[in-house]
Protein backbone atom coordinates (compact mmCIF):
# COMPACT_ATOMS: atom_id res chain seq x y z
CA UNK A 1 0.00 0.00 0.00
CA UNK A 2 1.15 3.60 -0.89
CA UNK A 3 2.04 6.08 1.20
CA UNK A 4 -0.33 9.07 2.08
CA UNK A 5 1.31 12.37 1.39
CA UNK A 6 0.77 15.84 3.06
CA UNK A 7 1.98 19.04 2.91
CA UNK A 8 3.59 20.48 6.13
CA UNK A 9 5.33 23.90 4.60
CA UNK A 10 5.76 26.09 2.46
CA UNK A 11 7.42 29.12 1.42
CA UNK A 12 8.03 31.25 -1.60
CA UNK A 13 9.60 34.10 -3.51
CA UNK A 14 7.89 35.94 -6.26
CA UNK A 15 7.00 39.50 -7.54
CA UNK A 16 4.32 39.79 -5.28
CA UNK A 17 6.56 39.29 -2.05
CA UNK A 18 9.26 38.02 -0.59
CA UNK A 19 7.40 35.39 1.67
CA UNK A 20 4.61 33.70 0.84
CA UNK A 21 2.07 35.46 3.09
CA UNK A 22 2.63 38.81 1.43
CA UNK A 23 2.59 37.29 -1.76
CA UNK A 24 -0.76 35.52 -0.87
CA UNK A 25 -2.38 38.46 0.48
CA UNK A 26 -1.45 40.26 -2.99
CA UNK A 27 -2.66 37.61 -4.67
CA UNK A 28 -6.50 37.84 -3.16
CA UNK A 29 -6.45 41.52 -3.38
CA UNK A 30 -6.05 41.27 -7.28
CA UNK A 31 -2.50 43.33 -6.86
CA UNK A 32 -0.35 42.99 -9.79
CA UNK A 33 3.99 42.17 -9.70
CA UNK A 34 5.18 43.71 -13.03
CA UNK A 35 6.70 46.33 -13.99
CA UNK A 36 9.14 48.25 -16.10
CA UNK A 37 12.39 45.90 -15.84
CA UNK A 38 15.19 47.08 -13.51
CA UNK A 39 17.81 44.29 -13.81
CA UNK A 40 18.23 44.62 -17.73
CA UNK A 41 19.35 47.55 -20.04
CA UNK A 42 16.09 48.67 -21.76
CA UNK A 43 17.45 50.15 -25.06
CA UNK A 44 19.14 46.57 -25.79
CA UNK A 45 15.54 45.22 -26.31
CA UNK A 46 12.00 45.31 -27.82
CA UNK A 47 9.80 43.99 -24.11
CA UNK A 48 10.29 46.36 -21.26
CA UNK A 49 8.37 44.41 -18.86
CA UNK A 50 9.21 41.69 -16.29
CA UNK A 51 8.12 40.49 -13.29
CA UNK A 52 10.94 41.04 -10.53
CA UNK A 53 11.61 40.01 -7.46
CA UNK A 54 12.01 43.60 -5.25
CA UNK A 55 14.38 44.18 -2.89
CA UNK A 56 15.90 40.81 -2.55
CA UNK A 57 18.37 40.47 0.13
CA UNK A 58 20.47 36.64 -0.24
CA UNK A 59 22.94 37.35 2.82
CA UNK A 60 19.52 37.44 5.30
CA UNK A 61 19.19 33.17 4.32
CA UNK A 62 22.74 32.23 3.62
CA UNK A 63 26.45 33.16 4.06
CA UNK A 64 27.32 36.75 1.83
CA UNK A 65 30.46 34.91 0.49
CA UNK A 66 28.58 31.51 -0.49
CA UNK A 67 25.64 33.59 -1.92
CA UNK A 68 28.23 35.39 -4.58
CA UNK A 69 29.42 31.72 -5.36
CA UNK A 70 26.09 30.85 -6.41
CA UNK A 71 23.08 32.21 -8.99
CA UNK A 72 20.15 34.20 -8.08
CA UNK A 73 18.10 31.07 -8.80
CA UNK A 74 20.11 29.27 -6.44
CA UNK A 75 19.74 32.07 -3.72
CA UNK A 76 15.98 32.44 -4.41
CA UNK A 77 15.71 28.60 -3.85
CA UNK A 78 17.42 28.68 -0.63
CA UNK A 79 15.32 31.50 0.89
CA UNK A 80 11.91 29.92 0.01
CA UNK A 81 13.32 26.66 1.40
CA UNK A 82 14.38 27.67 4.36
CA UNK A 83 11.22 29.46 5.25
CA UNK A 84 9.16 26.07 4.29
CA UNK A 85 11.74 24.20 6.54
CA UNK A 86 10.97 26.91 9.60
CA UNK A 87 7.35 27.05 8.87
CA UNK A 88 7.10 23.13 8.85
CA UNK A 89 8.94 23.06 12.00
CA UNK A 90 11.63 20.27 10.78
CA UNK A 91 14.48 20.34 12.87
CA UNK A 92 16.95 17.76 10.48
CA UNK A 93 18.99 15.86 12.39
CA UNK A 94 17.10 16.16 15.28
CA UNK A 95 13.33 15.66 14.99
CA UNK A 96 13.93 14.13 11.15
CA UNK A 97 16.43 11.47 10.08
CA UNK A 98 18.65 13.49 7.44
CA UNK A 99 19.16 10.83 5.82
CA UNK A 100 15.20 10.44 5.14
CA UNK A 101 14.90 14.15 3.72
CA UNK A 102 15.09 14.67 0.42
CA UNK A 103 15.68 17.35 -2.01
CA UNK A 104 14.00 18.03 -5.24
CA UNK A 105 13.95 21.65 -6.97
CA UNK A 106 13.50 22.05 -10.87
CA UNK A 107 14.71 25.22 -13.03
CA UNK A 108 13.97 25.34 -16.65
CA UNK A 109 16.48 27.32 -16.99
CA UNK A 110 19.18 27.88 -14.32
CA UNK A 111 21.58 30.43 -13.97
CA UNK A 112 21.70 32.07 -17.97
CA UNK A 113 22.49 35.30 -16.26
CA UNK A 114 25.76 34.66 -14.72
CA UNK A 115 26.57 32.63 -17.65
CA UNK A 116 25.98 35.76 -19.81
CA UNK A 117 27.91 37.85 -17.56
CA UNK A 118 30.93 35.22 -17.37
CA UNK A 119 30.64 34.84 -21.13
CA UNK A 120 31.03 38.80 -21.57
CA UNK A 121 34.34 39.02 -19.41
CA UNK A 122 35.78 36.01 -21.27
CA UNK A 123 35.42 37.86 -24.16
CA UNK A 124 36.56 40.88 -23.07
CA UNK A 125 38.83 40.29 -20.99
CA UNK A 126 40.44 36.43 -21.22
CA UNK A 127 40.35 33.43 -19.96
CA UNK A 128 41.56 33.95 -16.16
CA UNK A 129 38.95 36.64 -15.68
CA UNK A 130 36.37 34.43 -15.86
CA UNK A 131 35.04 33.34 -12.02
CA UNK A 132 36.18 29.69 -11.33
CA UNK A 133 33.06 29.35 -9.77
CA UNK A 134 30.84 29.60 -13.66
CA UNK A 135 29.71 25.97 -13.77
CA UNK A 136 28.28 25.56 -10.53
CA UNK A 137 26.26 29.11 -11.35
CA UNK A 138 24.81 28.08 -13.78
CA UNK A 139 23.97 24.90 -14.17
CA UNK A 140 20.22 23.76 -13.07
CA UNK A 141 20.81 20.92 -10.55
CA UNK A 142 22.87 23.53 -8.27
CA UNK A 143 19.30 24.91 -6.47
CA UNK A 144 18.68 21.46 -5.04
CA UNK A 145 22.33 20.66 -4.16
CA UNK A 146 23.07 23.93 -2.57
CA UNK A 147 19.59 23.53 -0.42
CA UNK A 148 20.69 19.78 0.47
CA UNK A 149 23.93 21.39 1.44
CA UNK A 150 22.31 24.45 3.49
CA UNK A 151 20.18 22.32 5.10
CA UNK A 152 21.60 19.05 5.80
CA UNK A 153 19.43 17.29 3.69
CA UNK A 154 21.17 13.47 2.93
CA UNK A 155 18.34 11.91 1.37
CA UNK A 156 17.49 11.59 -2.55
CA UNK A 157 18.79 15.04 -4.62
CA UNK A 158 17.09 15.87 -7.47
CA UNK A 159 15.70 18.52 -9.81
CA UNK A 160 13.05 17.71 -12.98
CA UNK A 161 14.21 20.18 -15.79
CA UNK A 162 11.31 20.51 -18.48
CA UNK A 163 10.82 23.97 -18.93
CA UNK A 164 7.87 25.45 -17.74
CA UNK A 165 7.04 22.12 -15.82
CA UNK A 166 9.61 21.80 -14.05
CA UNK A 167 8.43 22.83 -10.86
CA UNK A 168 4.88 20.84 -11.10
CA UNK A 169 7.22 17.66 -12.37
CA UNK A 170 9.47 18.43 -9.16
CA UNK A 171 7.22 17.82 -6.79
CA UNK A 172 5.22 15.07 -8.75
CA UNK A 173 8.36 13.12 -9.05
CA UNK A 174 9.03 13.90 -5.50
CA UNK A 175 5.40 12.81 -4.52
CA UNK A 176 6.66 9.20 -6.19
CA UNK A 177 9.07 8.85 -4.04
CA UNK A 178 7.73 9.92 -0.55
CA UNK A 179 4.91 7.59 -1.78
CA UNK A 180 7.13 4.77 -2.28
CA UNK A 181 8.90 5.16 1.04
CA UNK A 182 12.01 6.50 -0.55
CA UNK A 183 11.94 8.82 1.83
CA UNK A 184 9.83 10.65 4.56
CA UNK A 185 10.39 14.27 3.86
CA UNK A 186 11.36 15.98 0.38
CA UNK A 187 11.97 19.74 0.40
CA UNK A 188 10.75 20.01 -2.94
CA UNK A 189 9.70 22.75 -6.03
CA UNK A 190 10.55 25.06 -8.12
CA UNK A 191 13.07 28.47 -8.67
CA UNK A 192 14.00 30.89 -11.78
CA UNK A 193 15.94 33.99 -12.45
CA UNK A 194 16.65 34.41 -15.74
CA UNK A 195 15.17 37.87 -16.62
CA UNK A 196 18.06 39.17 -18.79
CA UNK A 197 18.47 40.48 -22.35
CA UNK A 198 19.22 37.57 -23.84
CA UNK A 199 15.82 35.57 -22.43
CA UNK A 200 14.08 38.14 -23.09
CA UNK A 201 15.86 38.46 -27.34
CA UNK A 202 14.89 35.05 -27.77
CA UNK A 203 11.39 34.79 -26.24
CA UNK A 204 10.51 38.32 -27.94
CA UNK A 205 11.55 36.80 -31.40
CA UNK A 206 9.69 33.72 -31.36
CA UNK A 207 6.63 36.39 -30.26
CA UNK A 208 6.45 34.69 -26.74
CA UNK A 209 5.96 38.08 -24.97
CA UNK A 210 3.39 40.60 -24.85
CA UNK A 211 3.84 44.06 -26.88
CA UNK A 212 1.57 45.64 -24.43
CA UNK A 213 3.73 48.53 -22.71
CA UNK A 214 0.99 48.73 -19.66
CA UNK A 215 2.26 46.93 -17.02
CA UNK A 216 -1.35 46.68 -15.51
CA UNK A 217 -2.69 45.26 -18.65
CA UNK A 218 -0.15 43.46 -20.28
CA UNK A 219 -0.74 39.89 -18.84
CA UNK A 220 -4.35 38.70 -19.42
CA UNK A 221 -4.85 35.12 -19.53
CA UNK A 222 -8.05 33.89 -21.50
CA UNK A 223 -8.91 37.58 -22.68
CA UNK A 224 -9.82 38.12 -26.18
CA UNK A 225 -6.77 40.60 -26.83
CA UNK A 226 -4.03 38.46 -25.13
CA UNK A 227 -1.12 38.31 -27.16
CA UNK A 228 1.73 36.74 -25.06
CA UNK A 229 3.29 36.25 -21.48
CA UNK A 230 5.44 38.37 -19.25
CA UNK A 231 8.63 37.18 -18.29
CA UNK A 232 8.85 36.60 -14.29
CA UNK A 233 11.52 34.75 -11.38
CA UNK A 234 10.46 33.78 -8.14
CA UNK A 235 10.81 30.29 -5.97
CA UNK A 236 8.02 28.34 -4.31
CA UNK A 237 8.94 25.42 -2.18
CA UNK A 238 6.67 22.84 -0.66
CA UNK A 239 7.68 20.40 2.26
CA UNK A 240 6.01 17.26 1.36
CA UNK A 241 5.90 14.44 3.94
CA UNK A 242 4.61 11.23 4.96
CA UNK A 243 1.43 11.20 6.90
CA UNK A 244 2.14 9.01 9.51
CA UNK A 245 5.86 10.83 10.17
CA UNK A 246 3.81 14.14 10.09
CA UNK A 247 1.36 13.11 12.65
CA UNK A 248 3.83 11.96 14.88
CA UNK A 249 5.62 14.94 15.18
CA UNK A 250 2.50 17.03 15.74
CA UNK A 251 2.63 19.05 12.31
CA UNK A 252 0.10 21.39 10.87
CA UNK A 253 -1.26 20.37 7.17
CA UNK A 254 -1.96 22.20 4.67
CA UNK A 255 -3.52 19.85 2.37
CA UNK A 256 -3.02 16.52 0.31
CA UNK A 257 -1.25 15.46 -2.86
CA UNK A 258 -3.39 12.46 -3.84
CA UNK A 259 -2.77 12.84 -8.01
CA UNK A 260 -0.17 13.34 -10.34
CA UNK A 261 -0.22 13.22 -14.50
CA UNK A 262 2.76 13.80 -16.56
CA UNK A 263 2.49 13.53 -20.60
CA UNK A 264 4.53 14.62 -23.88
CA UNK A 265 2.87 16.05 -26.65
CA UNK A 266 4.85 14.67 -29.59
CA UNK A 267 4.10 17.45 -30.93
CA UNK A 268 6.24 20.80 -31.49
CA UNK A 269 8.73 22.07 -29.70
CA UNK A 270 7.38 25.17 -28.27
CA UNK A 271 3.63 25.03 -29.68
CA UNK A 272 0.77 22.80 -27.86
CA UNK A 273 -0.91 19.81 -29.27
CA UNK A 274 -3.82 20.57 -31.15
CA UNK A 275 -7.00 20.89 -28.77
CA UNK A 276 -4.68 19.92 -25.73
CA UNK A 277 -4.18 16.81 -26.16
CA UNK A 278 -1.32 16.38 -24.37
CA UNK A 279 -2.82 18.72 -21.10
CA UNK A 280 -5.77 16.78 -21.30
CA UNK A 281 -4.29 13.30 -21.14
CA UNK A 282 -1.80 14.67 -17.91
CA UNK A 283 -5.48 15.93 -16.17
CA UNK A 284 -6.81 12.99 -16.97
CA UNK A 285 -3.94 10.82 -15.43
CA UNK A 286 -3.32 13.08 -12.52
CA UNK A 287 -7.42 12.67 -11.70
CA UNK A 288 -7.42 8.66 -12.50
CA UNK A 289 -4.30 8.21 -10.02
CA UNK A 290 -6.08 10.19 -7.41
CA UNK A 291 -9.05 7.97 -7.45
CA UNK A 292 -10.56 11.51 -8.05
CA UNK A 293 -13.98 11.99 -10.91
CA UNK A 294 -14.08 15.30 -12.96
CA UNK A 295 -16.86 16.11 -10.85
CA UNK A 296 -15.14 16.27 -7.63
CA UNK A 297 -13.14 19.07 -8.69
CA UNK A 298 -13.86 22.55 -7.56
CA UNK A 299 -10.93 24.61 -8.91
CA UNK A 300 -8.27 24.74 -11.63
CA UNK A 301 -5.69 26.86 -11.33
CA UNK A 302 -4.37 26.78 -14.89
CA UNK A 303 -1.45 27.20 -16.73
CA UNK A 304 -2.63 30.32 -18.18
CA UNK A 305 0.18 32.20 -19.89
CA UNK A 306 -1.88 34.72 -21.70
CA UNK A 307 -0.61 33.24 -25.00
CA UNK A 308 -3.15 33.07 -28.11
CA UNK A 309 -2.30 29.29 -28.21
CA UNK A 310 -2.02 28.27 -24.41
CA UNK A 311 -4.96 29.67 -23.41
CA UNK A 312 -7.60 28.30 -26.20
CA UNK A 313 -5.74 24.80 -26.54
CA UNK A 314 -5.60 24.55 -22.25
CA UNK A 315 -9.82 25.97 -22.45
CA UNK A 316 -10.43 23.09 -24.73
CA UNK A 317 -8.97 20.29 -22.99
CA UNK A 318 -10.45 21.00 -19.60
CA UNK A 319 -13.14 20.59 -21.53
CA UNK A 320 -12.47 17.79 -22.70
CA UNK A 321 -11.74 16.03 -19.19
CA UNK A 322 -14.77 17.90 -17.42
CA UNK A 323 -17.23 17.59 -20.11
CA UNK A 324 -20.46 20.07 -18.63
CA UNK A 325 -18.59 20.29 -15.58
CA UNK A 326 -16.12 22.16 -16.91
CA UNK A 327 -19.00 24.65 -16.87
CA UNK A 328 -19.02 24.42 -13.20
CA UNK A 329 -15.92 24.68 -12.22
CA UNK A 330 -13.51 27.77 -11.39
CA UNK A 331 -10.88 28.11 -13.70
CA UNK A 332 -8.32 31.11 -12.71
CA UNK A 333 -4.20 32.09 -14.04
CA UNK A 334 -2.47 33.84 -11.41
CA UNK A 335 0.30 34.40 -13.74
CA UNK A 336 -2.06 37.49 -14.65
CA UNK A 337 -0.66 38.60 -11.05
CA UNK A 338 3.16 37.05 -10.64
CA UNK A 339 3.53 36.53 -14.23
CA UNK A 340 5.51 34.02 -16.19
CA UNK A 341 7.93 32.65 -13.71
CA UNK A 342 8.76 29.52 -16.15
CA UNK A 343 10.36 26.78 -14.09
CA UNK A 344 9.30 28.10 -10.97
CA UNK A 345 5.57 28.69 -11.66
CA UNK A 346 4.45 25.24 -10.96
CA UNK A 347 5.75 25.34 -7.46
CA UNK A 348 4.25 28.98 -6.90
CA UNK A 349 0.92 27.87 -8.10
CA UNK A 350 1.09 24.52 -6.15
CA UNK A 351 1.14 26.43 -2.73
CA UNK A 352 -1.69 29.27 -4.38
CA UNK A 353 -3.44 25.80 -4.96
CA UNK A 354 -3.16 24.58 -1.18
CA UNK A 355 -3.85 27.71 0.31
CA UNK A 356 -7.09 28.06 -2.08
CA UNK A 357 -8.41 24.81 0.06
CA UNK A 358 -7.30 26.06 3.45
CA UNK A 359 -8.72 29.42 2.97
CA UNK A 360 -11.87 28.99 0.52
CA UNK A 361 -10.77 31.49 -1.29
CA UNK A 362 -10.42 31.50 -5.01
CA UNK A 363 -7.64 33.99 -6.64
CA UNK A 364 -9.05 36.05 -9.60
CA UNK A 365 -7.81 36.34 -13.51
CA UNK A 366 -6.84 39.81 -13.45
CA UNK A 367 -7.06 42.29 -16.62
CA UNK A 368 -9.96 40.14 -17.84
CA UNK A 369 -11.65 42.43 -19.74
CA UNK A 370 -12.93 40.98 -23.25
CA UNK A 371 -14.51 38.03 -23.62
CA UNK A 372 -12.91 35.35 -26.33
CA UNK A 373 -16.07 33.58 -27.80
CA UNK A 374 -14.06 30.39 -27.85
CA UNK A 375 -12.93 30.67 -24.22
CA UNK A 376 -16.32 30.44 -21.95
CA UNK A 377 -15.61 29.14 -18.77
CA UNK A 378 -15.63 30.89 -15.50
CA UNK A 379 -11.78 32.37 -15.21
CA UNK A 380 -13.06 34.18 -11.98
CA UNK A 381 -12.48 37.48 -13.37
CA UNK A 382 -10.79 40.11 -11.84
CA UNK A 383 -12.07 39.69 -8.36
CA UNK A 384 -11.25 36.85 -5.77
CA UNK A 385 -14.36 34.63 -4.52
CA UNK A 386 -14.92 33.15 -1.86
CA UNK A 387 -15.75 29.44 -2.24
CA UNK A 388 -15.87 26.44 -0.15
CA UNK A 389 -12.89 23.84 -1.49
CA UNK A 390 -12.33 20.24 -1.35
CA UNK A 391 -10.03 19.47 -4.64
CA UNK A 392 -7.81 21.49 -7.00
CA UNK A 393 -6.31 20.87 -10.18
CA UNK A 394 -2.86 22.40 -10.73
CA UNK A 395 -1.77 22.20 -15.01
CA UNK A 396 1.63 23.08 -15.76
CA UNK A 397 2.60 23.37 -19.51
CA UNK A 398 6.39 23.24 -21.10
CA UNK A 399 7.96 23.67 -24.39
CA UNK A 400 8.91 20.45 -25.40
CA UNK A 401 5.33 18.96 -24.92
CA UNK A 402 5.82 18.41 -21.25
CA UNK A 403 2.40 18.47 -19.32
CA UNK A 404 2.42 18.13 -15.70
CA UNK A 405 -0.99 17.72 -13.68
CA UNK A 406 -1.41 17.81 -9.59
CA UNK A 407 -4.75 17.18 -7.41
CA UNK A 408 -4.63 18.21 -4.47
CA UNK A 409 -7.33 17.25 -1.90
CA UNK A 410 -8.25 19.03 1.94
CA UNK A 411 -6.60 16.84 4.27
CA UNK A 412 -8.92 14.24 6.28
CA UNK A 413 -8.22 11.29 8.45
Not at 2 to 25: C, F
Not at 163 to 186: E, K, L
Not at 218 to 236: H, L, M, Q, T, Y
Not at 362 to 391: F, G
Amino acid sequence: MKNRVVITGIGAVTPLGNDIWSTWENIQKGNSGIDIAQSVHLDKVDVKLAGEVKNFKPEEFVDRKEARRMGRFSQLAIAASKMAVADAGLQIGENVNPEKVGVWIGSGIGGLGEFEEQHKKFLEKGQRRVNPFTIPMFIPDMAAGRVSIELGAKGINNASVTACASGSNSIGDAFRAVQNGNADVIIAGGTEATITEMTIAGFSNMTALSTNPDPLTACRPFDKNRDGFVIAEGSGIVILEELEHAKARGAKIYGEIVGYGATGDAHHITSPAPEGEGAARAMKGALADAGITPNEVDYINAHGTSTPLNDLNETLAIKNVFKEHAYQLAVSSTKSMTGHMLGASGAVEAIFSLLTIRDSILPPTINYQTADPELDLDYVPNVAREKNVQVVVSNSLGFGGHNATLVFRKYSE
